[in-house]
T-cell receptor, first 116, second 112 residues
Framework: DVKVTQSSRYLVKRTGEKVFLECVQDMDHENMFWYRQDPGLGLRLIYFSYDVKMKEKGDIPEGYSVSREKKERFSLILESASTNQTSMYLC???????????????FGEGSRLTVL | SQELEQSPQSLIVQEGKNLTINCTSSKTLYGLYWYKQKYGEGLIFLMMLQKGGEEKSHEKITAKLDEKKQQSSLHITASQPSHAGIYLCGADGETSGSRLTFGEGTQLTVNP
């Protein structure tokens, strides 16, 4: 089974702290994504990556950065956490469309971050 | 960026009734995903559509992608309380480096 593993299910941090959210996938997927989910707003794309060391901004990148040093790992960094970053964070991975790939997007279980 | 609009935002139906959720895009859909999420739980993959006119079914859920590849519908036949949850549509772009964005979701309640 494809597995997307997020390092922490629940985190509580204080305003101004640096926060690392780790995501690891074991299926050699090229594409990886970070979303945040808030009630009534669906999934909003923060950053994505289609290759090692490559990163692209999503729709709401402000206040976040990412790192992809290895293909299997995609990290989300909050340089200075703020209360409006309290949310559920979801990591996902997939292969690109085409080439016989199903393109299915696999999600991790999520990391619920509370910033006090 | 690709804008996805889902309708309705919320839906309450009586058990046994049929229902449809729509997902409309401002751009061509190269890959259209449907996911379901129960409150407090993870996302469950339902279906993915790529070709214009494509239709897929799983149990009592059918999803279609229109010929122009700008609209998808999710139809549930004879709804059950187990169908309740949030339904999300997601859109993939044409190239390998494309972003994958989601609509705001449709909250479905099925009353017994």
């Amino acid at each position: 089974d494809v597995k997307v593993t997020q390092s922490s299910r629940y985190l509580v941090k204080r305003t101004g702290e640096k926060v690392f959210l780790e995501c690891v996938q074991d299926m050699d997927h090229e594409n990886m994504f970070w979303y945040r989910q808030d009630p009534g707003l669906g999934l909003r794309l923060i950053y994505f990556s289609y290759d090692v060391k490559m990163k692209e901004k999503g729709d709401i990148p402000e206040g976040y950065s990412v790192s992809r040093e290895k293909k299997e790992r995609f990290s989300l960094i909050l340089e200075s956490a703020s209360t409006n970053q309290t949310s559920m964070y979801l990591c996902a991975s997939k292969t690109p469309l085409g080439g016989g790939s199903s393109g299915e997007l696999f999600f991790g279980e999520g990391s619920r971050l509370t910033v006090l | 960026s690709q804008e996805l609009e889902q309708s309705p935002q919320s839906l309450i139906v009586q058990e046994g009734k049929n229902l449809t959720i729509n997902c409309t895009s401002s751009k061509t859909l190269y890959g259209l995903y449907w996911y379901k999420q129960k409150y407090g739980e993870g996302l469950i993959f339902l279906m993915m559509l790529q070709k214009g006119g494509e239709e897929k079914s799983h149990e009592k859920i059918t999803a279609k992608l229109d010929e122009k590849k700008q609209q998808s519908s999710l139809h549930i036949t004879a709804s059950q309380p187990s169908h309740a949850g949030i339904y999300l549509c997601g859109a993939d772009g044409e190239t390998s480096g494309s972003r994958l964005t989601f609509g705001e979701g449709t909250q479905l309640t099925v009353n017994p």
